[in-house]
């Protein structure tokens, strides 16, 4: 059978399908016989000891692949099942009621989840999701049903599931996991670009083929035009399997442009920087010949944890990038939560529009001590290399001016402290909200740098969620009226002597790129993987060829008409 | 043996506090429990310590009973007053 979907991150995968989801594990009452009980209490205390055994070395493995802290989750559901009032509670229900051990975990887990759904307090309700995960281990091992955690996935697979939160790809080992499905998410989802900066061929937006699917099902992903085939002929197979060496081959071929500039054949130099989210992210940077990073997402810093982190952890992480780049530019943008994205510990409120709310530099505004600690950590990174820094989200001049002020009062705090920093680094916007934009002229005269983030710009320019599938006809980068949004801040920032960057994933669409060069974009930020494709076009592109593109392009008003000619034009270039 | 501690971490006995609490309580042979109110629990219980709900500065009664009751009853309150 053959699926279409939305394509997330390019190349092809061949395996076994794995399914991640909520697993309904069917718990049945039943009796045990007088004279069994002993046997089934021993049954239980062998899932005990089992799962604890699990547990050590799922432990011990986060702990090498991903740190400490990580681990610690782990070490707190070992905790879990050593609890004697736990145990103890289920050895005594399996005897008194003559019942199976299966029932007895069940029943005594959720006397423990009633009591914690109590409780008024944001943590003890976490635990509440270790035990639910501990009870299901002992239940998945007690009904003989393979794990599907992901940290637990041994052979390569292709991972399926209904959508990839943070936290699960933070989890993803990208040895194991070959290839990743999904139903729902589009090229700008966050497992998309996860996927894409992580180099797994990815699919997404396949709305209910999850739960047709059979664990251990044959499965060709192909990223690149975004289809998957489930159980497909031998045929095929063989075909995919030329197409994915062919594939490997271009990409070595690319790989020779790792250290060659980003130039036009007429001279015109653009700079080709990526997008991360972490320290890991850069060395694949590094690799993908990246010549900086146009924005490092800080976020991630933040996320999957229990608290807020330190100044110190935050000032080692941006530092370990930055000394990476040597004196190419890392520009950190400042903490960008809210929207879809939500840290447990800061208690934020739930929102009818949370992209249209507390997010940001709203939230950094109004929290100014968390925005303090990370401007410390950035400012003293800024003394071991080139790093700029960019306020995400910024609608006002005020905001700006706000932001600003803070970023001030450290720098004297630091002044007064002794400590060292960069007095001359660049502050920068992006340029995500259409009322900068429009303003931009006024915002390059206080403003070091602009980086266009089209993801927001486009969804805030069209008023179209970017994850509503059936608005997708509106979220199109190719719309007019975002490429004359686009022009406008150019040439602002160009008549005030400013560069622009785009760091969206416009920035790295190779149809897009002749528009954009044309219109006289200087920075293109993208994930890692789009770098080397976008270095060989540029090396082909005169940048004059590229005027007349966009010049032409601007004359059009179908988004669809746009990219047909921008396609037939670069195909005739080579 | 009885003893009246106050709780000093601002975070009250959750997360770290109240692991550290089990693993020491676990540590010992003899019997070690909790007393806030009304209700007794068994301190090498994780689950059951957090299902007390323990806020900074409230006041718990920790009791050791069996061997070795005084260096365990001496272990916890230096772990809880430190």
């Known amino acids: ?574 | 043996m009885e003893k009246t501690f106050k709780i000093k971490s601002p975070s009250g006995l959750h997360a770290r506090p109240a692991a550290m609490l089990v693993q020491k309580a676990g540590s010992f042979p003899c019997d070690v429990f909790l007393v806030k109110g009304d209700k007794k629990i068994n301190a090498k219980s994780i689950m059951s310590i957090l299902a007390l709900g323990i806020e900074a500065n409230e006041e718990i009664v920790v009791i050791t009973e069996g061997e070795k009751e005084a260096e365990a009853m001496q272990a916890i309150g230096e772990l809880l007053e430190a």
Request: with cysteine; glycine share 6%; proline share 4%.
């Open chain 1, 1 to 574: 059978m053959e699926y279409t979907g939305i394509s997330a991150a390019s190349g092809y995968a061949l395996g076994i399908a794995f399914l991640l989801q909520d697993q309904q594990l069917e718990v049945v009452k039943s009796e045990v016989p007088k004279d069994h009980l002993d046997s089934e209490i021993l049954r239980f205390e062998e899932a005990l000891g089992k799962s604890a055994q699990q547990l050590e070395a799922i432990k011990e493995r986060t702990r090498q692949t991903m740190g400490a802290d990580e681990a610690e989750i782990f070490a707190a559901h070992i905790m879990v099942l050593e609890d004697p009032e736990y145990s103890g509670a289920i050895k005594d229900l399996i005897r008194t009621e003559a019942r199976n051990a299966e029932w007895a975990i069940q029943e005594v887990t959720d006397r423990f989840l009633k009591l914690f759904a109590d409780m008024d307090n944001e943590y003890i309700r976490e635990r509440a999701a270790d035990l639910k995960d501990v009870s299901n281990r002992l239940l998945r091992y007690l009904l003989g049903i393979k794990s599907q955690s992901l940290s637990e996935i041994t052979e390569k697979v292709i991972l399926f599931s209904h959508d990839l939160t943070p936290s699960d790809t933070a989890q993803l080992d990208k040895d194991k996991v070959v290839g990743i499905v999904t139903n729902i998410g589009g090229r700008t989802s966050h497992s998309a670009i996860m996927a894409r900066s992580m180099e797994i061929p990815a699919v997404v937006g396949l709305q209910d083929l999850v739960e047709k699917m059979k664990a251990g099902d044959f499965v060709i992903v192909d990223g690149s035009e975004g289809k998957v085939f489930v159980n497909p002929s031998e045929d095929l197979i063989q075909r995919y399997k030329e197409k994915q060496t062919g594939y490997e081959a271009q990409r070595q071929e690319l790989k020779k442009l790792v250290s060659q500039p980003s130039m036009t054949p007429d001279k015109h130099q653009v700079e080709l920087v990526a997008n991360i989210g972490n320290p890991q992210d850069a060395l694949v940077a590094v690799k993908n010949g990246a010549e900086g990073i146009g924005l490092y997402r800080t976020e991630f810093l933040y996320m999957g944890r229990q608290e807020l982190p330190s100044e110190e952890e935050q000032f080692e992480a941006y530092k370990a990038v930055t000394v990476m780049f040597g004196k190419h530019p890392v520009v950190i943008r400042s903490l960008d939560i809210g929207g879809d994205k939500a840290l447990p510990y800061l208690d934020m409120p739930k929102e009818m529009n949370p992209f249209l709310g507390y997010r940001a530099i709203r939230l950094c505004l109004d929290r100014t001590d968390i925005f303090r600690t990370q401007l410390r950590a950035i400012l003293r990174a800024s003394a071991y290399g080139n790093i700029k820094l960019m306020y995400p989200m910024i609608a006002t001049l005020e905001e700006l001016r706000g932001a600003n002020k803070v970023l001030e009062a450290v720098k004297q705090e630091l002044l007064a402290e002794k400590i060292p920093f960069n007095k001359n680094m660049e502050v920068g916007i992006m340029v995500e909200i259409p009322a900068v934009a429009v303003m931009a002229d006024r915002f390059a005269k206080e403003v070091d740098f602009f980086s266009i983030g089209t993801n927001d710009l486009i969804q805030y320019t069209m008023a179209a969620d970017r994850m509503n599938e059936t608005v997708s006809y509106l979220y199109q980068p190719f719309n007019l009226a975002l490429l004359r949004l686009i022009r406008g801040v150019i040439e602002a920032a160009h008549k005030a002597g400013k560069r622009v960057a785009m760091c969206g994933e416009m920035a790295g669409d190779l149809t897009a790129l002749p528009i954009l060069l044309g219109l006289g974009l200087d920075e293109f930020s993208m994930s890692a993987s789009s770098v080397l494709p976008a270095r060989a076009l540029v090396r082909k592109l005169p940048s004059a060829k590229a005027q007349t593109v966009a010049k032409a392009v601007l004359e059009m008003d179908n988004p669809l008409e746009i990219e047909r000619f921008v396609k037939q034009e670069m195909q005739r270039l080579i």
